[in-house]
């Protein structure tokens, strides 16, 4: 009799472990399924650390909004810079969807590809603040109806040309922080400046995205807004 409990204690324990360990298993592949294109911080936060006075630390010296041509080709080629790009998002009543704004290059790096709209971050700026300037130059909007909502992710972007290419130095790097933008008025007009040739308006489905072969950049900042909220796309 001791036996037979001994066998059937025995079963029961490898049985539970078994299932223990499935159900671990299950866990860990979802959480890593999840977790795929997971990233984006919380909503109002642009990950902004101030140590010191928040006013003088934040306030852009005009030395810092335009360095000469040499000076900034120097830096482009032999630094990292930051750039803050934008998924400026605005609702289209017509197709009732949320839609953002893609804009085609006008030079290196990446020129004639469909890209978000964006540039250098200036010393002082945070990176909301720096989504609203380049959203206001690239665009032509008012920076009233510019609303940033949170920082989507930040990329490290390696270029082998750039603007600023010798014939002994050519490339880039930089790193993006990704920040959500939403339009409080769907009416604004798009003005670009010289950066773009072109802009057009696409859903945020980054399925839909994916069909239509944008570039690996644009799915990213959309794989990251789905998983941050997949209901955004219809509020």
Request: aromatic fraction near 10%.
């Amino acid at each position: 009799i001791f036996t037979i409990m001994s066998s059937k204690a025995c079963i029961a324990s490898f049985t539970a472990g078994v299932v223990v360990t499935s159900l671990i298993s299950v866990l860990f592949l979802r959480r890593k399924k999840d977790r795929t294109h997971a990233g984006a911080t919380a909503e109002g936060r642009d990950l902004s650390l101030f140590y010191g006075d928040k006013t003088s630390l934040t306030t852009i010296k005009p030395s810092a909004k335009f360095l000469p041509n040499d000076m900034y080709g120097k830096l482009v080629r032999d630094c990292i810079v930051v750039c803050c790009d934008i998924v400026l998002v605005r609702y289209n009543s017509t197709l009732g969807r949320k839609e953002c704004l893609l804009v085609e290059r006008a030079s290196e790096p990446v020129k004639g590809v469909w890209w978000w709209p964006g540039g250098r971050v200036l010393k002082g700026e945070t990176f909301f603040d720096a989504a609203k300037r380049k959203a206001k130059q690239e665009t032509g909007m008012d920076e009233d109806i510019i609303q940033p909502i949170q920082v989507l992710g930040v990329w490290n972007t390696f270029f082998p040309t750039s603007h600023w290419d010798t014939e002994t130095e050519k490339g880039t790097q930089t790193v993006n922080p990704i920040v959500l933008v939403e339009l409080v008025s769907a009416d604004a007009n798009v003005k670009l400046d010289a950066t773009s040739e072109n802009f057009r308006w696409i859903g945020l489905c980054p399925d839909e995205a994916k069909a239509n072969n944008e570039d690996e950049y644009v799915l990213e900042a959309l794989y990251r807004l789905r998983e941050w909220d997949p209901s955004y796309y219809s509020k």
